[in-house]
């Protein structure tokens, strides 16, 4: 039986989380507007609960749901088991801030009237992303 370790976050939407874990490589997200039961690396329910997941078998074959849990302040705390922390660490979390960022600006720039003019990543793993509008 894993140890869940609970690591606090600022993201707060729900939507740009999903696409920035899609962005990180993981194809199915799920998203609910209550917490619904993680699950151990057996199938085994747990007691943790989250808004945000990916499940087992899309995180790895020996791993335990991924999941992010909503706070009273509105922001996730990410939940990840004691043996997936590895994986998912603190660079991990950056890369995934990243990601939850850049989808954060492509979602302004649509909600804004902005035409991306160029979106590059590189050689660094800096991405460069330029928006235009014209009026």
């Known amino acids: 039986m894993s140890h869940f370790t609970r690591v606090r976050t ?18 199915s997200v799920e998203t609910h507007d209550e917490p619904q039961t993680l699950y151990g690396y057996q199938g085994d329910a747990r007691p943790e609960r989250a808004e945000v997941i990916v499940r087992r078998r899309h995180v790895g ?14 922001t996730f705390e990410a939940v990840i088991s004691g043996y997936d922390r590895s994986r998912f660490d603190q660079a991990w979390l950056a890369g ?5 960022g ?9 909600d804004n009237g902005y035409e991306i003019d160029s979106d ?8 460069r992303l330029v928006l235009r509008r014209y009026t």
Do not use: C, I, M
Request: no cysteine; aromatic share 8%.
């Open 96 to 100: 995934l801030n990243r990601a939850y």
């Open 61 to 74: 074959r020996l791993s335990n749901d991924l999941g992010f849990r909503r706070r009273p302040d509105g």
């Open 120 to 127: 590059e990543v590189g050689e660094n793993g800096e991405r």
């Open 102 to 110: 850049h989808a954060a600006a492509l979602r302004y720039a649509e």
């Open 10 to 27: 600022t993201l707060r939407d729900a939507g740009l989380l999903a696409k920035a874990l899609a962005a990180v490589g993981f194809s």
